[in-house]
């Protein structure tokens, strides 16, 4: 499941080489110059082509996101406190799972970490013993420490139901999903605008040297540092416009824009909108072109769910043009 987890510091702009003259505090307003971006046209493409990838990736997006553990199944999203939380369907629990699952599943203990020993969180059986065909990672369940990292957390399962622990800015949380939920249940297909060629730009690509590292807030109140390599600058009907990625892991292979448009205000999700894409043409550390296809921008899982702990956009990517294109608000 793609799951593509998220502003911008007065000090990190500061950094940025000044003759593009960005600072956090006058982005938004940069982003509204009409004169000409220095980028390369936009890429020549095979018109058919194009729209029969664009139709396959959406087709595979409305796969991935109703899938059995997509974010469609989404159903609970429980803070951990210090020390023992009883987990399962029964109402003596601390967090009690209200889906189709076992009395008591196990115990989640948080420990108190310290700067030099981080905070841990252990599963344990409870007096029961854990039930039948309870899993960790696919083999049966153990008693032991949980991996908490979100590019490979630990995933307790049984049957359609998957519980994950994760970190969210030094507290952790227990993610709930169950396959038979009604969201999932009741869902209808996604909603697109119509492909445009038009929203398919080539971006000139300036890295950032050194990398930054941004405090992406989330809808929850957290923060989420992760790596910004550069800054893409291109035209869209006649505005010079930029926006700056993050990177969602260390491999770096894909860059992560977190956006928003002037139609946020009315047909599309109001608080942002993702666009991934592969890297620069010389790479994340030379200057170099890039496509952006706007025509790929999703929702956020945040779009269709209560339970999510979405990134939202830093004050440099919130755009004052409408990008109709791409995925357009889900009416449930």
Not at 87 to 99: E, F, P, S, W
Not at 219 to 225: A, E, N, R
């Amino acid at each position: 499941m793609r799951t593509r987890r998220f502003g911008f510091s007065v000090i990190a702009w500061a950094l940025f080489p000044a003759c593009l003259g960005l600072l956090a505090a006058s982005a938004s307003a940069q982003n509204t110059e009409t004169a000409p971006a220095i980028v390369a046209p936009a890429p020549a493409t095979d018109d058919a082509q194009w729209q029969q990838e664009l139709a396959a990736w959406r087709t595979q997006r409305e796969h991935e996101l109703a899938a059995p553990d997509g974010w469609l199944t989404l159903a609970g999203l429980e803070w951990l406190k210090p020390g023992v939380n009883s987990v399962g369907a029964a109402a003596d629990n601390h967090i009690q799972i209200r889906a189709a699952a076992p009395d008591h599943i196990g115990l989640l203990t948080v420990s108190s970490g310290t700067a030099l020993s981080p905070s841990i969180v252990q599963l344990l059986s409870p007096s029961t013993g854990f039930p039948a065909g309870l899993t960790i990672d696919g083999e049966p369940a153990r008693e032991g420490t949980l991996n908490v990292n979100d590019l490979k957390p630990s995933i307790i399962a049984w049957h359609g139901l998957n519980l994950v622990v994760l970190n969210r800015g030094g507290r952790f949380a227990l993610r709930i999903k169950d396959a038979d939920s009604p969201t999932r249940a009741a869902f209808h297909g996604l909603n697109w605008y119509a492909p445009d060629s038009n929203f398919r730009v080539m971006a000139s690509w300036t890295p950032f040297t050194p990398r930054l590292v941004e405090h992406i807030p989330t809808v929850i109140g957290t923060t989420l540092d992760l790596p910004a390599p550069g800054i893409a600058q291109f035209t869209l009907n006649g505005k010079t416009l930029r926006l700056a990625p993050v990177l969602e892991d260390s491999a770096g292979k894909t860059l992560f824009f977190i956006l928003r448009d002037l139609t946020s205000q009315t047909t599309t999700y109001q608080s942002a909108r993702f666009l991934h894409t592969g890297l620069p043409s010389n790479g994340l550390d030379q200057p170099g072109t890039l496509v952006l296809d706007f025509n790929r921008l999703e929702n956020p899982p945040c779009a269709y769910t209560p339970y999510a702990t979405c990134p939202l956009p830093p004050p440099a990517n919130r755009l004052p043009t409408a990008l109709e294109a791409g995925e357009r608000r889900y009416a449930p």
